[in-house]
């Protein structure tokens, strides 16, 4: 895992920039957490960049020491994963990142209508992420409790949105 300390970084997916990074931000708990190999490639994009390397034993220990942070640490990673798909998505359709492009994949998602999305859609939209996407469903169970941030038992439109503002 690694901590931004300097500059700023920008996050690619299949040579496609998602977003970029700058000093107190991480990346690279993903692919600890859910021991997954990286699906991004991060990328130094100013003059600078100065970065601190937490290693796997180190940030196991601090996750045992403290629960209530390796849940808070492990729904933030399934957020982005959940984001970066989205973004995926859209760029693979020439899209900018909006709102008004959010809720085109929102309603893309959702296949049966029902205007929430259901645990197989959201697999669906995390496939489309590519080969590095295999979620285990008790985590894409996590991720829809996550995604529900009024906590109706649904994940909405609305939630979307309003979880899209935490990323950008």
Known sequence: MFLVDEGVLEVKHDKKKLHQLSSGDSFGESSLLFQRPRSSTVMCASENCSLHEMIGADFFALLESDPAHARALSDM?????????VKSYLLSQN?????DELVTVFHDADKDKSGSLSLSEVRDLMLRM??????????LRELLKSLDLDEDGKVTLRDILEMSKAFK
Request: hydrophobic share 25%; charged share 40%.
């Open 77 to 85: 990673c399934r957020k982005r994963m959940f984001q970066k798909a």
């Open 95 to 99: 899209s900018d990142l909006g709102d």
């Open 130 to 139: 590519g080969n590095n996407s295999a979620i285990p469903e008790k985590d």
